[in-house]
């Protein structure tokens, strides 16, 4: 496939996750998505981030197999997320599960910085060279468990999370900056829901859930 053909699928799979968001506004609380975020899906080449054979399905709005038992999400659900951080320009942005940088990839189109977790370092290692032919030179991308977040580097404005634990991990409520948000799917495996954590401007913090879903799971191990 060339380059237009995969425009055109792009922008189809943009159509789709503006439908999805008006079928899902009574869970979102709005029937759109941020123009930034629309226009960030429309630009990344996400068959740039899946495996070569996979290349003509990466524009179905589904997730792909990546290797070692894990996948890129869907891309309305790489939207919502996305969305529901409210990203600003000048926004550091902590991401945990790299997996092959599309996530990252988005996230760098719309903040400052960004510092991206990957357990598996093969995964991490293929994210880095993909990120860099893409011209992402706004990430960070280091190989640890993301459960305990990336002190060196916080706080930070933004949290992204695409493994679920059952619980919100303590060291990630505590390394998000006043007036932060956090987007995390948490729960036993069976019964993940999406989730928006905000922290105000005293340090208070809420929660949010917005829909079920299914993740890999993060581990607390060391």
């Known amino acids: 496939m060339n380059d237009e053909e995969f425009l055109e699928l792009r922008q189809r799979m943009v159509a789709v996750i503006a439908a999805k968001t008006i079928f899902t ?89 960004v510092y991206s977790m990957e357990l598996i370092d093969e995964l991490a290692q293929q994210a880095r060279r993909r990120l860099a032919r893409h011209g992402c030179t706004n990430v960070q991308v280091g190989v640890r468990n993301g459960w305990h977040g990336w002190p060196e580097h916080a706080p930070f404005d933004k949290v992204l999370v695409a493994a679920a634990p059952d619980l919100i991990p303590p060291s990630l409520i505590d390394q998000m900056k006043p007036g932060g948000k956090m987007v995390i799917p948490a729960g036993l495996p069976d019964e993940q829901q999406l989730m928006l954590v905000e922290k105000n401007a005293a340090g208070h913090v809420t929660t949010r859930q917005i829909f079920a879903v299914r993740f890999s799971l993060l581990d607390d191990a060391d």
């Open 25 to 113: 506004c009574g869970q979102l609380g709005k029937a759109a998505l941020s123009p930034r975020v629309m226009a960030a899906m429309g630009e990344i080449p996400r068959h740039r981030f899946v495996p070569l054979e996979l290349q003509p399905d990466a524009y179905v709005d589904s997730p792909l197999p990546i290797g070692f038992d894990k996948t890129i999400s869907q891309p309305f659900i790489v939207a919502v997320m996305t969305d529901l951080l409210d990203l600003q320009p000048a926004d550091t942005v902590l991401e945990i599960g790299t997996g092959l940088g599309y996530q990252t990839a988005i996230l760098s189109r719309l903040a400052r910085q």
